[in-house]
């Protein structure tokens, strides 16, 4: 039996060579790659969250992998429908999320493993979304340092992507490079589960399914099609030209300065001197220069094009037809635009993305700013982030948080407003939320008054305090927990910079890429062995939420209670008996020596 790391890697290197997948379906009887996907997705909070079954990851055990492996053997493996919620979004509507069955999410994960390791070294390194290592900061960064000289961005959103992905395409998009009809099956299977909703079942006719553990790379395969048409057809297409001509007028003064400085008129040379600083040395309208470039995260994509609007237009028509035609995809008529760089700003991943121009600015002896990209952070975005902490336009206390303690309170407030900033460290204007901070720490300052029964200005001096940063010394505002014998837990809101970090980095959340079963869950299932009673054979992992559930154990709470406390972790292998016990509230059987 090939290990895990082995059969990824071979699949790796056939993605690098563009060599055919053959066989995959053979590779889901492999026991290691199950391990390693229950290692990377048991932590998950969704774990614990059932689908149309009670099933969770509670009870997790080798005999389940062998189950599974024994009905893809026959190819009696059905996914089940997804338990479909809806949850809100920020133009009022919802959007569907389906819940899998535990099975679902670990085969799931499986096939996420086998489909990542083959088409991931082939993906365009203008994508960014769902990918190991890159993230909305890796596209806004490539923007700011690429996209010098743009003239007009064009903004594409593809209404409802990942709820209209043609099945039928898709199988066709994996066919071409997976030569395996069974695991073909299993895909189309995998899509055509359906959901239930209310208790009634509905048929998924098109997309993958939001919440589904293969979808992402489901949907970057899909989506890798339109990735290849705008770089090997539209780029090619639209960008000629080594370099820009050179502007006549500035060539002009250019000569003229030349001769003033052989006559030696000084005079004559800096007024040349000062008219060229304020034209461009090259033509911007040359008809034989033309740029254009791509940057995609998920469904959303940017084009930027340095040329006529009408080729913009045209641009944008014939992604409209691509989509329609080839994938079977809509642009969004309210959300795909054509906007002017330098006198409007294109919306991207939560920042307005524009390009610089200033006639008198000078950094040194020329103009550095035109031409440059600038990230900014929108009003917009501060004037909602701030609006929930606001009452009649004044900062306020957040009554739902009055009765949690101040630690609580102060990492709430803290931890949110740390997220925002971080995200928006790559803009130039990052100062900008020195509003947001002031109505959160305001608002914060105001709830633990009104816990305390105090004044914001008395709580303010209570927890006022400097700390050290790799900037110099900055105030925030902090709370402790004193714990006797251990270092305190320390909860701070502030003692941030709002200064541009060119080199802030925030990456998509996913598990670290590791090819073999590491996880210490793994080695204690494996093991073979309860954690409990010590009894040698089958055993199954039991699992919480998380550890808060236990509560603080006693000298009268359960042994598998004092066991997970003393371990401090969230799982505890253990034997059928012993778990059947634990779920019913009888006391396991004592550890033998």
Known sequence: MQSAATVLGVLRERGKRNLP???????????????????????????????????????????????IIDAMRHERYRFRPVRRVHIPKKNGKTRPLGLPTWSDKLVGEVVRLL??????????????????????????????????????????????????????????????????????????????????????????????????????????????????????????????????????????????????????????????????????????????YRRLRYCRYADDHLLGFAGPKTEAEEIKQRLAQFLREDLKLELSKDKTLITHARTGAARFLGYEITIQHNGTKKTGRYRRVNGQVALRVPLEVIKVKSASYLHRGKPAKQKALIHGSDYSIVATFGAVYRGIVQYYLLAGDVHRLHRLRWVMETSMLKTLAAKHRSSASKIAAKHKAKIATPHG????????????????????????????????????????RVDHPHKEILTRLLADTCELCGTVGDVEVHHIRKLAELGIPGPLAPQWVTAMANRRRKTLVVCTACHGHIHHGQPAAPLTQ
């Open 21 to 67: 997948c053959q066989e995959l379906y053979r590779q889901l009887f492999n026991p290691q790659l199950y391990l390693l996907a229950y290692g990377r997705i048991y932590a998950n909070k969704g774990a614990m969250t059932a689908g149309v079954t009670p099933e969770t990851v509670d009870g997790m055990s080798r005999a389940k992998i062998d189950r």
């Open 473 to 512: 010394p900055r105030t925030c505002f902090e709370a402790r927990i004193e714990r006797l014998g251990r270092q305190p837990l320390v909860a701070r809101f502030g003692g941030q910079p709002l200064r541009r970090q060119k080199t802030a980095k925030v990456i998509d959340s996913q598990p670290i």
């Open 115 to 288: 489909l990542e390791a083959y088409y991931e070294p082939t993906f365009s390194d203008r994508s960014h979304g769902f990918r190991p290592g890159k993230g909305c900061h890796t596209a806004l960064r490539e923007i700011d340092y690429t996209w010098t000289g743009t003239a007009w961005f064009i903004e594409g959103d593809i209404a409802d992507c990942f709820g209209s992905l043609d099945h039928d395409r898709m199988v066709e998009i994996l066919a071409e490079n997976v030569h395996d009809n069974r695991f073909l099956r299993l895909i189309r299977n995998m899509l055509t589960a359906g959901y239930l909703e209310d208790w009634k079942w509905g048929a998924t006719l098109s997309g993958a399914p939001q919440g589904g553990v293969a979808s992402p790379i489901l949907s970057s395969i899909y989506l890798h099609k339109l990735d290849q048409f705008v770089e090997k057809t539209l780029i090619p297409e639209y960008t000629r030209g080594d370099r820009r001509a050179r502007n006549p007028a500035y060539l002009d003064l250019q000569n003229q300065l030349a001769k003033a400085r052989r006559r030696g008129d000084r005079a004559e040379a800096r007024l040349l001197r000062r008219r060229m600083v304020s034209l461009p040395s090259a033509d911007p309208n040359d008809p034989e």
